[in-house]
């Protein structure tokens, strides 16, 4: 399943690299968005209808069972939480002015290092589960506390120009001034200098560790099963590119999303703390998550059906 999964994302990358357009600059339109945003939805879920059937088949109809309904909710989770990566996003793209047709370079880079990085914390957060169970009980109190900071900040924006990561970069690269395009780098006077839009990219990657940091613990509460965990991630990961050009021209009237997210933080982190009194179903997780979030959803789009709130 493993050496599937991976050649599938492989494949899937590729396509989306050399086939669909992805080394040329253009604008994503909002029903493209919508399209390749139904695409990675519509996989996830057959990947979930085959996951179930192959393990229906192999270990029995009750682990497949109780496998797809850990997947279905380990997804919704990391695709929920993704939603915040937008909003930085946003941000930061706004932030450094660059042009719509050369946003979608930048995410499909950005990508491809989550997919390597989480890949890599998943695997280390396996094994130190599976050695220091009681770490998990590290994670859920980061998350409660996680949350507990978001409700507070829900409405305060992170002022870039403070970023450590930005002025180490700034101070230790030869930074090319002006608009270059979609490039990275350019040479100017025989020398190889990073242009503005390879800072974009560097704040993107951490800001992806950064939630990935909350989202890989939060999806551990769910289940400690790496190939699970694995796999929703990516499938949330891939599709994020897609949700950003979705929601880009509508963020704003899904401002009190991000109490939705938080409480989501809280509660699983909650939910991780009390395992040794109570061990929540995975259903009434599934349940309480699609709740909390459908609310803010709603509650968002009342609170904005004569337009976006002004900004601050």
């Given at each position: 399943?493993w050496?599937?999964?991976i050649?599938?994302?492989l494949?899937m990358?590729?396509?989306?690299?050399?086939?669909?357009?992805?080394?040329?600059?253009?604008?994503?339109?909002?029903?493209?968005?919508?399209?390749?945003?139904?695409?990675?939805?519509?996989?996830?879920?057959?990947?979930?209808?085959?996951?179930?059937?192959?393990?229906?088949?192999?270990?029995?109809p009750?682990?497949?069972d109780?496998?797809?309904?850990?997947?279905?909710?380990?997804?919704?989770?990391?695709?929920?939480?993704?939603?915040?990566?937008?909003?930085?996003f946003?941000?930061?793209?706004?932030?450094?002015?660059?042009?719509p047709?050369?946003?979608?370079?930048?995410?499909?880079?950005?990508?491809?290092?989550?997919?390597?990085m989480?890949?890599?914390?998943?695997?280390?957060g396996?094994?130190?589960?599976?050695e220091f169970?009681w770490?998990?009980?590290?994670?859920?109190?980061?998350?409660?506390?996680?949350?507990?900071?978001?409700?507070?900040?829900?409405?305060?924006?992170?002022?870039?120009?403070?970023?450590?990561?930005?002025?180490?970069?700034r101070?230790?690269?030869?930074?090319?001034?002006?608009?270059?395009?979609?490039?990275?780098t350019?040479?100017?006077?025989g020398?190889?200098h990073?242009t503005?839009?390879?800072?974009v990219?560097?704040?993107i990657?951490?800001?992806?560790?950064?939630f990935?940091?909350?989202?890989i613990?939060?999806?551990?509460?769910?289940?400690?099963?790496?190939?699970?965990?694995?796999?929703?991630?990516?499938?949330?990961?891939?599709?994020?590119?897609?949700?950003?050009?979705?929601l880009a021209?509508?963020?704003?009237?899904?401002?009190?999303?991000?109490?939705?997210?938080?409480?989501?933080?809280?509660?699983?982190?909650?939910?991780?703390?009390?395992?040794?009194?109570?061990?929540?179903?995975?259903?009434?997780?599934?349940?309480?998550?699609?709740?909390?979030?459908?609310?803010?959803?709603?509650?968002?789009?009342?609170?904005?059906?004569?337009g976006?709130?002004?900004?601050?």
């Open positions: 399943m050496a599937a999964f050649a599938f994302v494949i990358l590729a396509l989306d690299l050399f086939v669909f357009g992805g080394r040329k600059a253009h604008k994503v339109s909002v029903k493209e968005a919508a399209l390749w945003s139904l695409v990675w939805v519509s996989l996830a879920l057959v990947f979930n209808a085959g996951l179930w059937w192959h393990l229906s088949g192999t270990v029995g009750e682990v497949a109780r496998k797809a309904l850990e997947f279905l909710t380990g997804y919704l989770i990391e695709k929920s939480l993704s939603v915040d990566n937008v909003f930085i946003l941000l930061i793209f706004s932030s450094f002015h660059v042009a047709e050369y946003q979608r370079r930048v995410l499909i880079y950005g990508v491809l290092g989550a997919i390597v989480r890949a890599i914390m998943i695997l280390a396996a094994w130190v589960v599976r169970n770490v998990l009980y590290i994670f859920g109190f980061f998350l409660v506390v996680t949350g507990m900071r978001m409700l507070v900040m829900a409405e305060k924006e992170p002022d870039l120009t403070k970023n450590p990561v930005l002025r180490f970069a101070q230790h690269l030869r930074i090319a001034d002006g608009d270059h395009g979609e490039k990275f350019v040479l100017k006077d020398v190889r990073f503005p839009l390879f800072l990219l560097i704040l990657e951490v800001t992806d560790l950064v990935a940091v909350d989202s613990p939060a999806i551990f509460a769910i289940t400690t099963d790496p190939f699970i965990v694995f796999s929703s991630n990516i499938f949330a990961i891939m599709g994020l590119r897609a949700l950003y050009f979705l021209d509508v963020a704003e009237r899904f401002h009190l999303l991000k109490y939705g997210l938080a409480m989501v933080l809280t509660f699983i982190g909650t939910k991780m703390l009390i395992m040794p009194w109570y061990h929540v179903p995975v259903a009434a997780s599934l349940a309480i998550v699609a709740v909390l979030i459908g609310s803010s959803v709603i509650a968002s789009l009342i609170a904005t059906r004569n976006p709130r002004p900004r601050p």
